[in-house]
């Protein structure tokens, strides 16, 4: 079997593992029979668990960086509807990959540096494309992104933020969890009006 | 000096290290310099680096959470004011405590268990108390809450969520981030906006 091939089979061990177990708890004795290999050749391809462990963040980030991108779609839609997609496919993929999404939003973040590093990396890119989108839709529908370069950054922040929440209540076990689709709508519905409330200079104030 | 003044700059001198150095590097001989006390009486009131972390997590929860308890004041104001009055609360809390947000929020999260759960047991405190004002919000509004617990407790998970990431936006050192008011005005306009449409049944959908 092609080395490729087995590195693959390692790094699906691997997140299923670090997912259910939790980094610390997870062995490599455990990933080895679970991914059918000896433990040798673990260590002889990812020579370490701290190794491991990164190129299981690299993968799954990379995998739902993809996922996301993917789904916007640029072509002939609208910049709202790109971003719908993107939502829909963010939590299309998380819901399908909860194992890989445990490992970035649960072990990655909680197992300090080097890896929470690249959480933060990976979150900037999604804030970035985020961005873009919401700037674009503003311009779309007439509103001066130039007047507005902190809201949008605001609402972009949200609503990464909010999704991140989201996601984790969907894949929760057990109680009542939302579908992908359901958060997706949530989500939309929350930063649609939000965003249209900023392109008409709407602003809620409170009546004190 | 009493025990309890000598804690109480024990765990002042605690947040300040471990949010600044983190909490591994963070180590029980500069928490002792910084506090103005020996290292034994360190150990001698508060048992160990461990322990000192926990209390100091317990600490700042149970401030943030009493800060927006308290910003919430129920009184004569309408449920939706109580929710912006609770975000104020909560962007003007962790702007004036940005170490106590950085245990919170970065440190405590990414140590693992038992300081996680701490951290989930305050969340869904904080989640509860917006559940209740958003389906309060709803109900002013003449929207059933009945049919909408779901909704409602999407919402709450997005706001909660919102909050978080915008309040990490807020304290990053340097760049281009907002006041505490302002990341208040952007969630607020953002939850507002999608909460009416929720109290409307208004909901975005996609023309596909």
């Not at 590195?7 to 259910?20: G, I, R």
């Not at 668990?49 to 002939?76: D, H, M, T």
């Not at 605001?154 to 929760?172: M, P, Q, T």
Request: proline share 4%; glycine share 8%; charged share 20%.
């Amino acid at each position: 079997m092609p080395r490729a091939v087995r590195e693959q089979q390692m790094l699906d061990a691997a997140v299923e593992t670090f997912a259910q177990r939790g980094y610390g708890a997870a062995s490599m004795d455990e990933i080895a029979v679970v991914a059918g290999v000896s433990k040798p050749l673990v260590y002889l391809y990812l020579n370490s668990k701290e190794e491991l462990f990164s190129a299981c963040i690299r993968r799954e980030a990379e995998a739902l960086v993809a996922a996301v991108r993917g789904a916007v779609e640029p072509g002939a839609r609208s910049a709202a509807q790109q971003l719908w997609c993107g939502l829909r496919g963010f939590f299309a993929h998380t819901a399908a990959n909860p194992d890989g999404w445990a490992v970035l939003n649960n072990q990655a973040r909680t197992q300090g540096e080097p890896f929470a590093r690249e959480i933060a990396v990976m979150r900037e890119e999604i804030i970035e494309l985020v961005t873009r989108l919401i700037a674009a839709a503003s311009r779309e529908a007439g509103y001066d992104p130039e007047l507005a370069g902190r809201e949008v950054a605001g609402l972009a922040h949200a609503l990464v933020g909010a999704a991140e929440s989201l996601a984790g209540w969907a894949n929760a076990p057990g109680g009542d969890s939302p579908t992908s689709k359901e958060a997706a709508a949530t989500l939309m519905n929350f930063a649609w009006a939000g965003l249209e409330n900023l392109m008409n200079g709407r602003h809620w104030s409170p009546a004190l």
